[in-house]
């Protein structure tokens, strides 16, 4: 008890076959036993120990395991071995961030329950794996029976062999030196010797599938609660292994990195503050890899300030030494195409989107997407979105400088040997000084904004160029007008001048943005030319005179923002993408013979074309001819059975026939305003969007589209017929704004999420689904409608019946009762002339509702009723010559609208009565939609509210309670509409 009395030592009593009572008074079998101690001078300091012991929490057999002693020890075992634990697992203080990574991973290992698991640890050399595989090790180790850690597997199988690695598992887990004659024999040997315990291993570093099949086989080898931890690079080594959980470790945020590399650089998370900027820039290059934040903090640990400014400088010109020789051991065991594909992403295409950069590798003869996906699987790369929701092809920094350093390093001095070239000024030397060598494979030259001139008459030598990308003219936009709408389009301007273009006839990927001639030159053949992308160029016909070149292995043509006026696809008879959106003087595509390979065509914005005959194109997969304001004639292949997309907004179609196309996807037709027929004769069961707003179309059958998601034929406002499918059940969104229907049937779509129905004045009946559990939204203006059912809608948010006088005259007629339940609406619209009672059944839990209730009219009748559906949380809006400042004084007033033809002066007065009775809230007003004759000023705190000159007829601001910011919107919008 002395020892427990130090703050090092705990003692835990064990009562074994003896009660507490009995030890704390010497009573019993106790008693009995220190009688005989009596006499003893250390009696006394014994008598007083006992009694503290049976103070201390402790196990009693008895009471613990019923007495039986094997589990008893366990029991003792296990709890003193976590108690060990939470002492000697103390994580080195030099890691940073490892207790939350530890915490992220420890889940999925799924302590304690009865199976076995393995699970994978993936990322890039230098990026914490072992450390992390090693933390998780130290820290639940002490749970299993038997445990190892196998460190750099590949790098041991190299220099022992797998052998060694079996004896070695097998011996840390016998806790006995065991000898293994084969590898054959090694895996018998594990799968007997290690299935009666419970074990954890760690195999680190793993490089190839026969390591895992050799040290951890089947999870048949290991006892139930066993668990295996692999780290790799390659992710593809789990998928082989079928290891189901995989972890991704992740590099070191900014505030870790700095905290890091305070701890190797000055032995505190704090740094001496004139390095602070200095250490920022390190942690800066370092990108978050702990590796070389370790590297440099050790490395500039101790030096002055000079040395750190000279150590950053040099890090620019030459990479980090121990990282890259880490970095590196996943690159050299890439097959030799993977190698050249990985070494293009880290020189040229970093940062390219993912299709672009496939369609350019494979134009150079890799088999691109299977390149791509081994070179993610070994943490070469990342493939990630970003906002537009296109895939991207990411790569870390280091590995970026890893790739161009092997690109360089042979002849560091003479960049016309390098295979890769990239660097301007290198690019421009090289062209200058005609040292085109045939060892240059790529190139890719940014000249925007340079406003010089660049000859590129030196690539003439370049015998082996096989990729030429270069940017001589930026992508920009400016406001146009198109069918008298407002739209920002892009358009090319050319800032750099080309001259001597003469392109070797190697070439597979000719990319140049803002060529500056009117053909491509005589004497390049493209014989070998995959792909040909050249926008915003000022190309008019692809060769000069007219003269007809075969491009027999174009496969990719991209002229668009161009002056081409025709094109004869004779001459590229295995093209597959043909790219001419925006040539506004293109009047004509030739296709006298069948192109088999066409897939994708993009004709947008081609204002003078007015026939486009496709019948001989029965692949394709995309046609896109949006706002090709003259095109009235399409035709279409008879079978297209790969169509997915078809886009032909704006056009000048009166009828269109799609022909059998059962893969087609999305048919866009919208504002194709002279459209008076549709002819779908065939089952589209794929079509998932059809949107055909803004047509002349007065029948429409739907009968054979049974999964579309989203319908909008919003603006058709001949629409007299809408002939549905036996059942609509992918059906999410509906637009029929301003159609002329008199009947709408939707009981056969319950997955409706949303309904648009404004302005559909001859509308009389509308059926919804008796359960449309997934409506959040049901908009509906202008009908004709007496009764309305809206059947069980339990997420229902916002109901708009604004206008629907028929209707609200005898709401009673609406199913808002307890059976059929409303979701928690956030706004009620309801346009009437009069209402004489509440609208709502009584028993319906008013309080979750907040409705705006537009009144034409405020009878007096309805001052009561009205004063109480805002005190149950609601508002309402009056008209503003009738306007009663009692609406002011209501405490749970949320949202205000105003409707009616006011002057300046009656608005103001009702802005004075709002501020003067309602205290404690905010009115704020934007201007929004107002013609150029008239114009506001709105405040921002509502004290000195001004209007000037408006002509609008609605005036919209809620009021916010500015004492409850948890539960309302501090800033509030409000809407002029002219």
């Known amino acids: 008890m002395e020892c427990h009395m130090t703050t090092e030592h705990t003692a835990y009593p064990i009562f074994y076959d003896v009660e507490p009572s009995e030890v704390r008074n010497q009573s019993g079998a106790v008693g009995e036993a220190f009688a005989k101690y009596e006499m003893e001078e250390a009696a006394g300091k014994w008598r007083v120990a006992l009694k503290e012991a049976t103070d201390l929490a402790g196990w009693e057999l008895k009471k613990t395991t019923d007495g039986h002693e094997a589990k008893f020890i366990q029991k003792i075992v296990e709890e003193v071995s976590l108690e060990l634990r939470s002492i000697s697992f103390n994580i080195d203080e030099k890691l940073v961030g490892m207790e939350t990574r530890i915490e992220d991973l420890v889940p999925s290992l799924g302590i304690g329950c009865d199976d076995v698991r393995m699970i994978g640890i993936k990322g890039m050399g230098g990026g914490g794996k072992t450390t992390l595989a090693r933390a998780v090790f130290d820290h639940i180790s002490f749970q299993f029976e038997g445990k190892s850690f196998v460190e750099n597997v590949r790098e041991n199988v190299s220099s022992f062999g797998l052998k060694s690695l079996q004896k070695q598992v097998l011996s840390d887990i016998l806790n006995e030196d065991v000898r293994v004659s084969s590898i054959y024999d090694g895996k018998h040997m594990m799968k007997r010797m290690m299935r009666d315990k419970k074990v954890l291993v760690v195999l680190d570093d793993v490089d190839h599938i026969d390591q895992l099949e050799a040290l951890a086989d089947e999870h048949n080898w290991f006892k139930l609660g066993s668990r295996i931890i692999i780290t790799t690079r390659d992710e593809q080594v789990l998928v082989a292994h079928k290891v189901e959980l995989i972890h991704d470790v992740n590099l070191l945020s900014d505030k870790e990195a700095i905290c890091l590399f305070n701890r190797y650089a000055f032995g505190r998370e704090i740094p001496i503050q004139e390095y602070e900027e200095l250490s920022r820039q390190v942690v800066r290059y370092a990108a978050g890899l702990p590796l070389t934040i370790k590297v440099l903090g050790s490395f500039l640990c101790g030096k002055v300030e000079l040395e750190w400014i000279d150590a950053l400088e040099r890090l620019k010109m030459i990479p980090l030494k121990e990282t ?70 990411g790569m870390h920094d280091h590995l970026e400088e890893m790739g161009r350093n092997i690109v360089r390093r042979s002849h560091p001095d003479k960049p016309h040997k390098h295979s890769r070239l990239w660097i301007h000024e290198e690019i421009r030397n090289v062209l200058a000084n005609d040292l085109g060598r045939k060892a240059t494979r790529c190139i890719r030259l940014d000249t925007q904004n340079s406003n010089r001139e660049f000859d590129l008459k030196g690539l003439r030598k370049m015998k082996g160029l096989g990729f030429l990308s270069v940017e001589a003219a930026q992508r920009v936009y400016r406001r146009v007008y198109q069918d008298s709408n407002l739209v920002i389009a892009p358009y090319m301007y050319w800032d750099c001048n080309i001259v001597n273009p003469e392109f070797p006839n190697a070439l597979r990927y000719l990319h140049i943005t803002g060529y500056p001639f009117r053909s491509l030159p005589v004497t390049f053949h493209a014989s070998n030319l995959v792909a040909l992308e050249m926008p915003g160029s000022k190309i008019k016909q692809l060769w000069e005179g007219g003269e007809q070149k075969v491009l027999n292995k174009l496969r990719i043509l991209d002229l668009s923002y161009s002056m081409v006026t025709t094109l004869d696809l004779r001459l590229t008879p295995n093209l597959e993408t ?3 959106g925006r040539c506004s003087n293109f009047v004509d595509l030739h296709m006298p013979v069948k192109c088999l390979k066409l897939t994708h065509v993009h004709l947008s914005d081609s204002s003078f074309i007015r026939t486009v005959d496709l019948r001989l194109a029965p692949n394709l997969e995309e046609l896109i001819l949006n706002f090709c304001n003259s095109l009235e004639k399409l035709h279409m292949p008879d079978r297209c059975l790969n169509l997915k997309y078809l886009r032909l907004t704006t056009l000048k179609l009166r009828t269109l026939d799609i022909g059998l196309n059962p893969n087609l996807r999305e048919l866009d037709l919208g504002d194709c305003r002279y459209l008076e027929e549709l002819n779908m004769a065939y089952e589209c069961q794929k079509l998932a969007n059809l949107n055909i707003r803004h047509s002349r179309l007065r ?6 589209t049974p999964n579309v998601e989203r319908l909008n034929l919003g603006l058709c406002c001949q629409l007299e017929e809408l002939h549905m499918p036996v059942e609509f059940l992918n059906l999410k969104y509906v637009n029929l704004e301003g159609s002329n229907l008199r009947t709408l049937d939707l009981r056969l779509a319950p997955n409706l999420e949303e309904s648009y129905l404004v302005e559909c004045n001859s509308l009389e009946k509308l059926h919804m689904p008796r359960r449309c559990l997934n409506l959040r939204s049901l908009t509906l203006t202008n009908a004709k409608l007496r009764i309305l059912d809206i059947g069980h809608t339990p997420n229902l948010e916002n109901l708009h019946l604004a206008k629907c006088y028929d209707l609200i005259k005898d709401l009673t007629s609406c199913s808002f009762d307890e059976s059929l339940e409303v979701g928690p609406l956030a706004e009620l619209d309801l346009g009437v002339k009069s209402l004489e009672s509440c609208p709502f059944h009584p028993h319906n839990s008013l309080s979750k509702f907040q409705f705006s209730c537009i009144y034409d009219e405020d009878p007096p009748s309805l001052t009561r009723k009205i004063e109480m559906l805002i005190s149950l949380g609601m508002c309402a809006c009056t008209n503003l010559e009738t306007f009663s400042g009692r609406i002011c004084g209501l405490w749970r007033l949320r949202k205000l609208k105003l409707e009616g033809e006011e002057t300046e002066s009656n608005i103001g007065n009702i802005q004075k009565e709002v501020e003067s009775s309602i205290g404690g809230w905010i009115v704020e007003a934007i201007l929004r939609a107002i013609d150029e004759e008239s114009r506001g000023k709105f405040p921002n705190d509502g004290d000195n509210l001004r209007f000037s000159g408006i002509r609008g007829r609605k005036l919209e601001f809620p009021i916010f309670n500015v004492n409850d910011p948890d539960r309302w919107i501090m800033m509030a919008e409000r809407n002029l509409f002219s």
Do not use: P, Q
């Open 578 to 580: 043909l790219d001419l």
């Open 699 to 704: 029948v429409l059958n739907l009968g054979l």
């Open 324 to 393: 890259l020789k880490k970095l590196e051991l996943s690159y050299i065991t890439l097959e030799e195409d993977y190698k050249e594909m990985f070494l293009d992403v880290a020189c040229i295409m970093k940062g390219w989107r993912k299709d672009d950069a496939i369609k350019a590798l494979e134009s150079c003869g890799f088999h691109a997407r299977n390149g791509l996906r081994v070179l993610e699987k070994k943490s070469l790369i990342t493939i990630y979105h970003n906002y537009n929701n296109y895939k991207y092809v």
